[in-house]
């Protein structure tokens, strides 16, 4: 059975860095699979952050994420990580990993869904 299982949310001021960390876990070894980062802002819709394309692996970034924010993977560890810098108030939200069997390009609604973490970007 799948699982993910994000960690590294809390409160950081203005301009401040936080780095976000999701465990998956009930993936064959040498599978194959996406994952990616989402959020939930307060009165807003989920929207797609950071994610790899399933074509050569390259990072995908949403506009607000793109130049701030840095996804990577570890598969070894089955571990996946966003750096989020220069934060701003925008940026508090509720951080989801997702992960999916099926690896498509962009951003598109995952099966595997974490509890999500509090990002809280404020003075």
């Known amino acids: 059975q799948v699982h993910v299982a994000e960690s590294g949310g809390g409160l950081v001021q203005p301009g401040g860095s936080l780095t976000l960390s999701c465990a998956a876990s009930?993936?064959?070894?040498?599978?194959?699979?996406?994952i990616g980062w989402f959020r939930r802002a307060p009165g807003k819709e989920r929207e797609g952050v950071s994610c790899?394309?399933?074509?050569?692996?390259?990072?995908h970034y949403s506009h607000p994420a793109a130049g701030r924010f840095t996804i990577s993977r570890d598969n070894v560890k089955s571990t996946m990580y966003l750096q989020m810098n220069s934060l701003k108030p925008d940026d508090t939200a509720v951080y989801y990993c997702?992960?999916?069997?099926?690896?498509?390009?962009?951003?598109?609604?995952?099966?595997?869904w974490g509890q999500g973490t509090q990002v809280t970007v404020s003075s």
């Open positions: 997702a992960a999916d069997r099926r690896w498509y390009d962009g951003f598109y609604d995952y099966n595997y």
């Open positions: 009930g993936f064959a070894s040498e599978e194959d699979y996406a």
């Open positions: 790899f394309d399933s074509t050569d692996g390259s990072t």
